[in-house]
């Protein structure tokens, strides 16, 4: 349960109040609580006591989970991204007017993110009149990101199915390896051959279409997973369908996306079974490597497994991941820690995600603050891909994977740290322009709400450093 500290609901109780067309009276009398108290309360004012935390659920008929789900302050942040924009310099929204849009209408919140998301694109692309007749767009990326965001990165649908072609797998043959393969033949008709193939191509169909080709320089771990990957778009079709049909993923490229993302949701649901996998992450404490080896997966695959452990009633620890490359580009993000990661810039230096790549593939161990206050347990560890051969180039890549400092100890990495001590923290925030720390030396763009002025009589660390 989240700690009552963390706890910034009003906007959602009071949401859920009108929707069932209830006077702050009769809730708050229905509560046992004055209809002041539950009005300080909707305005984040007072805090939310578990026991009150249950009653509130009962009377708005909701999952307690369902109040204190961080969506609202990922919204919050989002927005505060895209206001941090110049095209609002002149603007003078504050903060509180940002969260109380979320709080009060995220719908309205949202459309105001896709609305900037088109302009984003629109100025990348240096497109400079749009087509009314064609359909509205969303950097497919983003969508993607979204999708998994609103489903909590978890898909029960291709949970079942992996649990029942595993069972099947582990029938035709002694290993998950040659039962996979054995699966692939005798249930689609296609043998499983490693080959030579072109530069850059890692699986290829046969023309006959009766085999899948390998890359017979991948890693076993990769090699592994793309059979599993392949499997996945030939034996779930019909639950892909269904969930991409449910979602809100009907524009530009993001459908396609969807379907290579949740045949790899699926490829590791295949390898990493949920109760096993679980049990595994539970005994072992969330040590990646030790489990990896478990189950024959890489560091990554670990790691975004570990993100989906949704299960009602048997769920992991709430994770974030995001992964970035050597030049700060975020390719993957997904949080249910609470920890904003940001939608279209990079994000803060001080995150340790960065000094990963100073000493690589080591694992990197961080208590971060944010501005607010809100203290996470964060990771990291630099990853290659490619490379197999010589002269062939690699791509650098770090994993950052973290969770809140109040779940701390449940991963073996925190053992020995004071995550709430004084002095171990380091003081870190989203981005450049919505980070409000002056003091940050290593500030590479100026807040958004603040103008740049310098007295000549000082020098800051920062050349934004002295702002008013």
Same mark, same amino acid.
């Given at each position: 349960m989240v700690a009552e500290a963390e706890m910034q609901i009003g906007g959602r109780i009071k949401r859920l109040r009108r929707q069932k067309k209830l006077s702050q009276a009769d809730l708050a009398q229905a509560l046992g609580i004055s209809a002041s108290y539950l009005n300080l309360i909707e305005h984040n004012r007072r805090k939310v006591t578990v026991p009150l935390l249950f009653s509130l659920a009962g009377?708005?008929?909701? %999952? /307690?989970?369902?109040?204190?789900?961080?969506? %609202?302050?990922?919204?919050?942040?989002?927005?505060?991204?895209?206001?941090?924009?110049?095209?609002?310099?002149? *603007?003078?929204?504050?903060?509180?007017?940002?969260?109380?849009?979320?709080? *009060?209408n995220p719908a309205a919140a949202r459309a105001v993110l896709r609305l900037y998301d088109r302009y984003r694109r629109l100025g990348q692309t240096g497109v400079q009149k749009v087509d009314a007749a064609e359909p509205p767009f969303h950097m497919a990326t983003d969508a993607i990101s979204d999708f998994l965001q609103e489903n909590a990165n978890h898909f029960p649908a291709l949970e079942a199915a992996a649990e029942r072609i595993r069972s099947d797998i582990d029938n035709f043959g002694d290993s998950f390896e040659s039962g996979l393969k054995a699966y692939l033949f005798n249930v689609f008709g296609q043998e499983v051959r490693l080959a030579s193939l072109p530069h850059g191509i890692a699986r290829q169909r046969d023309p006959s279409g009766r085999a899948i080709l390998i890359s017979d320089l991948l890693p076993s771990e990769t090699a592994q997973f793309l059979l599993a990957h392949h499997l996945g778009e030939l034996a779930t079709g019909s639950e892909i369908d269904a969930i991409i049909g449910a979602s809100n993923l009907a524009e530009g490229d993001a459908p396609a996306l969807a379907r290579n993302v949740l045949a790899a949701y699926f490829a590791g649901a295949l390898i990493m079974p949920y109760e096993p996998f679980l049990k595994a992450c539970r005994d072992h404490r969330y040590d990646i490597e030790r489990i990896g080896r478990r189950f024959a997966a890489s560091f990554e695959q670990v790691c975004h497994r570990m993100t989906t452990l949704q299960r009602k009633g048997a769920q992991g620890t709430p994770l974030h991941l995001v992964r970035t490359d050597i030049a700060g580009?975020?390719?993957?993000?997904?949080?249910?820690?609470?920890? &904003?990661?940001?939608?279209? *810039?990079?994000?803060?230096?001080?995150?340790?995600?960065?000094?990963?790549?100073?000493?690589?593939?080591?694992? &990197?161990?961080?208590?971060?603050?944010?501005?607010?206050?809100?203290?996470?347990?964060?990771?990291?560890?630099?990853?290659?891909?490619?490379?197999?051969?010589?002269?062939? /180039?690699?791509?650098?890549?770090?994993?950052?994977?973290?969770?809140?400092? @109040? @779940?701390?100890?449940?991963?073996?990495?925190?053992?020995?740290?004071?995550?709430?001590? %004084?002095?171990?923290?380091?003081?870190?925030?989203?981005?450049?322009?919505?980070? /409000?720390?002056? %003091?940050? !030396?290593?500030?590479? @763009?100026?807040?958004?709400? &603040?103008?740049?002025?310098?007295? !000549?009589?000082?020098?800051?660390?920062?050349?934004?450093?002295?702002?008013?």
């Open positions: 009377q708005l008929g909701v %999952e /307690p989970g369902e109040l204190v789900d961080s969506d %609202e302050g990922r919204l919050v942040g989002d927005l505060m991204e895209a206001f941090g924009d110049d095209l609002f310099a002149d *603007s003078d929204i504050t903060n509180l007017e940002i969260r109380d849009l979320a709080q *009060s580009n975020i390719s993957k993000r997904f949080s249910l820690s609470g920890i &904003h990661i940001p939608r279209h *810039s990079g994000a803060c230096p001080r995150w340790n995600m960065y000094e990963a790549f100073m000493a690589p593939e080591r694992i &990197h161990v961080q208590v971060s603050q944010m501005p607010d206050g809100q203290r996470y347990f964060c990771i990291a560890r630099t990853i290659t891909k490619g490379g197999y051969r010589y002269n062939a /180039p690699k791509s650098y890549l770090s994993i950052g994977l973290g969770c809140s400092a @109040h @779940h701390a100890r449940d991963m073996v990495y925190a053992d020995g740290i004071d995550v709430f001590g %004084e002095g171990q923290a380091v003081p870190v925030g989203v981005g450049c322009r919505t980070c /409000p720390r002056m %003091e940050c !030396g290593q500030r590479a @763009h100026p807040p958004a709400d &603040h103008r740049f002025s310098l007295d !000549g009589s000082s020098r800051p660390e920062s050349f934004y450093g002295r702002m008013s």
